[in-house]
C-alpha cells in the first residue's frame, strides 16, 4: 500500500521520465539525426573523402588464340620498309620466297601486322594464319627466333621516318598483352636488327621505349622467365 501511495510523488519529481522510452510514432517522418555542428567539417589538413585501394585486374588478351599456345620466348619487331602494306600484300610477296632447300614459303612470315593508313587503318592490329595457328614464324632469318619468337611487323620504313602515334600506341598495348600472357622479358622484345645483320626496324623505331611496355600488372602472376641458353630448336626454317 504504502508504495501505491508513492507513486505520484516519483512521477511528480521526474523519476518515471528518466526511465520510460520514447513514445513510437506508426507510419510517421523518420526523425533526422542531430549533430553538433564542428562534427560535419572535416579535421584540419585531412582530405575530404579516401579512395579505397583497388586491386590490379588481369588485362584482357583479344588476340588470345584458340589453340594450344606455343612455347613464346621472343617478340621479334620489323618494319616493312614500305609506305604502304597489308597483310594480304605481304602475303603475297612472302609466297613468292622460298627457303635455304627451296622450299616455297607457307605465305606471310609474320604473327602480326600493324597498319599505317596506307593498305591498313592506322593503328589497327590485325594477327596473321600463323598466329591463329600457333605456327612457327618466317621473319627473323634465324631459326631459334623463327620458332619461339613472335614476329611482329609495322607498315613503314622507319629509316626514314618514325611510326604514326598510333602505331606507336598500338605496338606498345601489343608488346605489353604478349609479355604479361607469355611471361617474357622486357630483355627479350628485340629488333630485326638484333637477330640478324640488317636495318630493320629502322633508325628512327624507338625499340627501347618498345621493349619496356606494360599491359596492367597481372594480381599474382608469374615473374618473366629466364630463356634457356641450351634448348635446341631443329625444325624446319624459313
Known amino acids: 500500500m504504502c ?3 508513492m507513486l505520484p510523488a516519483l512521477e511528480i519529481a521526474g523519476c518515471t521520465q528518466q526511465t520510460s522510452l520514447p513514445p513510437v510514432t506508426i507510419n510517421g517522418p523518420a526523425q533526422q539525426p542531430q549533430y553538433p555542428a564542428q562534427v560535419s ?3 584540419p589538413n585531412t582530405p575530404l573523402f579516401i579512395t579505397p585501394p583497388t586491386m590490379a585486374l588481369e588485362p584482357q588478351n583479344p588476340w588470345k588464340p ?3 599456345t606455343r612455347d613464346w620466348e621472343y617478340i621479334v619487331i620489323h618494319h616493312t620498309a614500305s609506305s604502304t602494306g597489308s597483310v594480304e600484300s605481304i602475303h603475297e610477296l612472302h609466297s613468292k620466297k622460298k ?3 627451296g622450299n616455297a614459303w607457307l605465305g606471310i612470315g609474320y604473327h602480326f601486322v600493324i597498319g599505317n593508313g596506307n593498305g591498313m587503318p592506322d593503328g589497327a592490329i590485325e594477327s596473321t594464319f600463323r598466329w591463329r595457328e600457333q605456327m612457327h614464324g618466317a621473319h627473323a632469318g634465324n631459326n631459334e627466333y623463327n ?3 613472335i614476329g611482329v611487323c609495322l607498315v613503314g620504313n622507319f629509316e626514314n621516318e618514325p611510326p604514326t602515334e598510333a602505331q606507336l600506341a598500338a605496338v606498345k598495348k601489343l608488346v605489353g598483352v604478349l609479355k604479361t600472357e607469355y611471361h617474357i622479358s622486357s630483355e627479350n622484345v628485340q629488333g630485326h636488327r638484333d637477330v640478324k645483320a640488317t636495318a630493320c626496324p629502322g633508325k628512327y623505331f624507338p625499340m627501347s621505349e618498345v621493349a619496356a611496355a606494360i ?3 597481372v594480381y599474382g ?3 618473366p622467365k629466364t630463356p634457356n641458353p641450351h634448348t635446341k630448336v631443329q625444325l624446319a626454317q624459313e
Open 3 to 5: 508504495c501505491v501511495a
Open 41 to 43: 567539417k572535416p579535421a
Open 66 to 68: 584458340e589453340v594450344e
Open 99 to 101: 627457303d635455304k632447300s
Open 147 to 149: 620458332q619461339k619468337g
Open 215 to 217: 599491359d596492367l600488372p
Open 221 to 223: 602472376s608469374i615473374p
